[in-house]
């Protein structure tokens, strides 16, 4: 048995609003361009990270609601001709998250990663099927695939800082 001498109180305002501020934080941070020479303006999708993160250790926190504003606001900071298809494709995977929590709540690193691997892949094919489709044409796969593995490889990072806001602010027993 596990002896607790301090816990955070979840139940303030202010705490309840850590996932919704990180997943904004990381809104904004996805829309930060690097520049890689040899490569056209990628960037992280670290608002799928926050996305990922809070659903699967508190979806409570972070209604879909939540979620499809914060799509939105990364396509209207992106400049995106489709605005929604953020949004369509973060409500999509916090959706099939809540039916995969079980397996990734109290696993190791690698374990979540490889399940953030999978969202990731899903998400980029999906996103890359539906442009491509309002589109009218077939695009390129080059940028989506490497912003999936930037994405993967960036994961640990977003992790890590989420996972400190959430010990910080959101302590469960």
Known sequence: MRMVLFQ?????????????????LFVLVSV???????????????????VYHWTIYRPDLLPPATVFAAGLLLDLLNGTPYVGTSSLSLLLARSVLMGQRRFFI?????????????TTAAVVAFEW???????????GVRPFVFEAALTVASFPVGSYFLARAQRAFLMRV
């Open 32 to 50: 930060v361009p690097l520049h890689i020479p040899g490569f056209a303006v990628v960037t992280p999708a670290f608002a799928l990270m926050a």
């Open 129 to 139: 099927a539906l442009v491509g489709i309002l589109h009218g044409a077939l695009l």
């Open 106 to 118: 109290n696993r190791l690193f690698p374990v979540l990663w490889a399940g953030f691997l999978g």
């Open 8 to 24: 955070r109180e979840t139940s303030g305002f202010p705490n309840k609003l850590v996932p919704v501020l990180t997943t904004l």
